[in-house]
């Protein structure tokens, strides 16, 4: 006897019957599809929202990076063949890079330029270009003898600086 009570206290207790209570409440199971699909729903929207929105800012920056890129370029050969125009050398030498400095002392450069048969009269400027790390800026120039030209002029960035400067013209 003492055999068969061990035996049945060893075994799992069998459920009553017909409705008895379990011993703990089920967790409900309406309505779980529909939570989980808004929840995931609301997880990608978020999702989309930063990574589209972190790419439409990088697409921005990149463009306003380029259009300053292209402003400082222009600007800086408007202002070399402003002064070459108006004869102040030593201004035109300043926007030249080291490279053209070191090839030619400033007064080399004014000789050079004033015994230039064509003088700039009035210019063109084109649309700015990348070769590598220089830029290409074409220019179409007209001259006091009447000629024109489209002339290439190349920018390089001066590395103390962050400046573009006329480096040569093609």
Request: glycine letters at 10%; one cysteine or more; proline letters at 6%.
């Amino acid at each position: 006897m003492i055999a068969a009570m061990t035996e049945m206290s060893a075994s799992p207790a069998v459920p009553p019957g017909p409705g008895a209570r379990p011993p703990f409440p089920a967790a409900p199971t309406e309505g779980g599809g529909t939570r989980l699909g808004w929840g995931l729903g609301i997880a990608a929207l978020l999702l989309v929202l930063c990574c589209g929105g972190g790419l439409v800012a990088g697409t921005g920056m990149l463009a306003t990076q380029v259009e300053a890129f292209n402003e400082q370029a222009r600007t800086k050969v408007a202002h070399y063949l402003d002064a070459l125009r108006d004869h102040d050398y030593e201004k035109a030498y300043d926007q030249l890079c080291d490279a053209e400095q070191k090839q030619l002392d400033l007064d080399r450069f004014t000789r050079r330029e004033q015994t230039r048969p064509e003088q700039v009269k009035s210019y063109e400027l084109g649309k700015v270009s990348f070769s590598g790390a220089d830029l290409e800026l074409p220019v179409d120039e007209v001259y006091t003898d009447g000629t024109s030209e489209q002339v290439v002029y190349y920018l390089v960035q001066d590395r103390r600086t962050a400046q573009f400067e006329v480096c040569g013209r093609g």
